[in-house]
């Protein structure tokens, strides 16, 4: 067990909808990173929060944003669902700084846009 | 930009035998951190072994091992004494040392163990 947790699980939504994702990551880690890795790939980075800003961010449009709070909790949104976005999402954590290098990782939420 | 290459999609290893799975990186960088995480049908990822770039030696924990070429660009893991509870998609990533913590992954080999 990594102390990370996502929820839900699973969910489904059709083309043109919203969806959050929720990622409450481990006690002291102010670092959270959202991956989206499609089915038979590697994840692929799509943000980075860092004390509740955007501190990085991978090639991903707009309509993908998130929101990091002072609890350790962090959010991915996502609006106008494509049939793309079909995928697992991972949030990871990590406390931040040269001396800690490991993301841990949640257990992800498999998105599928019908 | 750095990239990461897994070029076997598919392994298998009998019980108790070793295998080698291969992984290969492109990057300007001198310094930075390799990571071999191990996916099983629970979806989590799971850490298995990390190498610090600036460190010659290479890293073992338990029955993992790597072998870090950094000259070559090359970081393989070794599984020794193979057990059923090691099958699953195995994932190398790259992470620079500058900018933000994001890891870049290959695209993953599945290991199956055959009893």
């Known amino acids: 067990e990594t102390g990370v947790t996502q929820s839900p699980t699973h969910l489904i939504k059709t083309r043109g909808q919203q969806v959050t994702l929720r990622c409450s990551s481990q006690?002291?880690?102010?670092?959270v990173s959202w991956y989206q890795q499609a089915l038979g790939q590697g994840p692929q980075f799509i943000f980075q929060?860092?004390?509740?800003?955007?501190?990085g961010r991978g090639n991903f449009p707009p309509r993908f944003s998130g929101l990091q709070f002072p609890n350790y909790s962090s959010e991915l949104n996502v609006n106008a669902l494509e049939l793309d976005d079909s995928a697992l999402y991972l949030c990871?954590?990590?406390?931040?700084?040269?001396?800690?290098?490991?993301?841990?990782f949640g257990p992800g939420t498999r998105l599928l846009v019908l | 930009a750095q990239t990461v290459t897994q070029s076997q999609p598919e392994m298998s290893v009998q019980e108790a035998e070793t295998v080698t799975l291969s992984c290969t990186y492109d990057?300007?960088?001198?310094?930075?951190?390799l990571f071999w995480y191990k996916q099983p049908p629970s979806r989590q990822m799971i850490l298995v072994i990390r190498?610090?770039?600036?460190?010659?030696q290479n890293a073992t924990e338990n029955r993992f091992s790597v072998n870090f070429q950094k000259a070559a660009k090359s970081f393989s893991l070794k599984i020794s004494d193979s057990q059923l509870g090691d099958a699953a998609m195995y994932f190398c990533?790259?992470?620079?040392?500058?900018?933000?913590?994001?890891?870049?992954f290959g695209t993953g080999t599945r290991l199956k163990v055959l009893a």
């Open positions: 990871a954590s990590t406390q931040g700084g040269r001396t800690e290098e490991t993301q841990y």
């Open positions: 006690s002291g880690h102010n670092t």
């Open positions: 929060y860092y004390r509740e800003e955007e501190n």
């Open positions: 990057t300007s960088e001198s310094d930075y951190y």
């Open positions: 190498q610090e770039a600036y460190k010659q």
């Open positions: 990533a790259y992470r620079s040392l500058s900018g933000t913590y994001k890891y870049i």
